[in-house]
């Protein structure tokens, strides 16, 4: 490679600042150019903060910058499939948080855009990229696990439980008399894909339910208590079509600790059990069993699955993305075909959550593919 890497960050927000900057300046393939905010003293706060050279609060002058090779989407939902979109119309390599956009289709189109240009793409699936369920993956390939049989996946926190803490609203021009998808999108699209990873096929069916427990909430933009009908909890099941069965449920009003993900997958030869929840000091731990050895013993995760410098003490937000920046680096340095966790996963995902939808709404199941 003649030159490192050129970076141009879109979003200087909180989650910015705490996974992705930190993780690009990590790995040394690589170098942040110039941060975007439409809040422009919020893009000249992270350049300050993190010694990039320029800012500016025009994300389309980024975009088309011939010096920038990758664009990363961290900014707020709505905003992915435009941004996204525009990148991988100017040739570059997008990193996107999730959803790319609300409806699968539009996901679909950007990877089909994407192949099309030859670029590589990858969502913010954080949790794909932890050294514990990576590591849960490496013995799933080599035959651990057998034929899988049930896979359940949960996502849960109490990040949202005291309405006090603002919460960004979902759709200002939403009918509060239709409960909205919430929950099951920002916290269901890791596990999810964590399900369709582990199990090695996606769903068949699905059918599902969700709940609105907290109807008044603090509105980020105003400060102000209104009525949020959102989805704060959701459950669904499902058939996989290796003939797996699946059960997921996320929540951000269940008592636990950040990040709250669990995936436990049984079959015919082992069991593993992946918890990545901070509880004193320790962000995940994986336990396994097997048909002679039925109690459930922890397992040392591998120091080949962490990013230089990462320990099981450190940050999660940080180590997680540190490992996921490293591997979109090797996948754009490399140049060959791989590139997983990318927008056509990103679609099957969303189109999970899109079916989940129309059952909970049609009390029903709901085949899958959906129309095109
Ligand atoms: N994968 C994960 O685990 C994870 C965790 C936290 C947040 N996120 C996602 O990351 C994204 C950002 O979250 P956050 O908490 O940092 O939000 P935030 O509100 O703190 O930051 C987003 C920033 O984007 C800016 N922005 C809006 N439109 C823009 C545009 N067109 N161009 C440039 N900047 C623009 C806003 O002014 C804001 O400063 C969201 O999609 C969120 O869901 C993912």
């Known amino acids: 490679m003649a030159r490192a890497l050129h970076v141009g960050v879109l979003g200087a927000g909180a989650w910015a600042g705490s996974a992705h900057i930190p993780g690009w300046q990590r790995d040394p393939r690589c170098r942040v150019v110039v941060v975007c905010d439409v809040k422009g ?28 090779d990758v664009i990363d989407v961290v900014t707020p939902s ?8 525009a990148a991988l119309e100017g040739g570059k390599h997008v990193l996107c948080e999730k959803p790319v956009a609300f409806d699968f289709r539009d996901t679909l189109r950007a990877a089909e855009l994407a192949k099309r240009k030859g670029l590589k793409t990858k969502l913010g699936f954080t949790f794909r990229y932890s050294p514990g369920v990576r590591y849960a993956k490496s013995l799933i390939d080599e035959g651990f696990v057998g034929q899988p049989f049930i896979f359940n ?26 409960l909205h998808v919430s929950s099951l999108e920002g916290y269901g699209a890791p596990i999810i894909d964590i399900g369709h990873w582990w199990v090695g096929a996606g769903f068949a069916r699905v059918v599902g339910t ?15 208590m209104m009525r949020m009908n959102i989805d704060d909890g959701d459950v669904f099941i499902g058939d996989y079509t290796n003939g797996a069965l699946g059960s997921i449920q996320t929540s951000y009003v269940t008592i636990g600790n950040y990040p709250g993900i669990e995936a436990r997958l049984f079959g015919s030869t082992g069991a593993i059990v992946c918890r990545l929840v901070e509880e004193f000091g320790v962000a995940e731990t994986i336990k396994v069993a097997t048909p ?3 109690e459930f013993t922890e397992r040392e995760i591998p120091p080949r699955f962490y990013p230089p410098g990462g320990h099981p003490r450190e940050s999660w937000r940080s180590l997680f993305y540190a490992n996921l920046i490293r591997d979109f680096v090797d996948e ?10 990318n927008f056509e996963d990103g679609a099957r995902v969303q189109e999970v959550i899109n079916a989940v939808e129309r059952s909970f709404r049609e009390r029903r199941w709901i085949a899958l593919p959906l129309e095109r």
């Not at 919020?42 to 320029?54: M, N, Q």
């Not at 907290?214 to 400060?223: H, K, L, M, Q, S």
């Not at 754009?332 to 966790?341: H, L, Q």
């Open 41 to 68: 003293e919020l893009a000249r706060e992270h350049a300050r903060r993190f010694g990039i050279p320029e800012w500016t609060d025009d994300w389309s002058s980024v975009v088309s910058r011939a010096d920038v």
């Open 78 to 85: 709505r905003t992915h499939f435009e941004l996204a979109w």
């Open 153 to 178: 996946g949960y996502e849960q926190n109490s990040q949202w439980l005291d309405p006090r803490t603002p919460l960004r609203q979902v759709d200002p021009d939403a009918d509060p008399s239709v």
């Open 210 to 224: 969700m709940r609105n427990f907290i109807p008044e909430r603090v509105v980020r933009a105003t400060g102000r």
């Open 292 to 294: 002679d050895r039925v």
């Open 332 to 341: 754009i340095v490399d140049g060959g075909a791989r590139n997983e966790g």
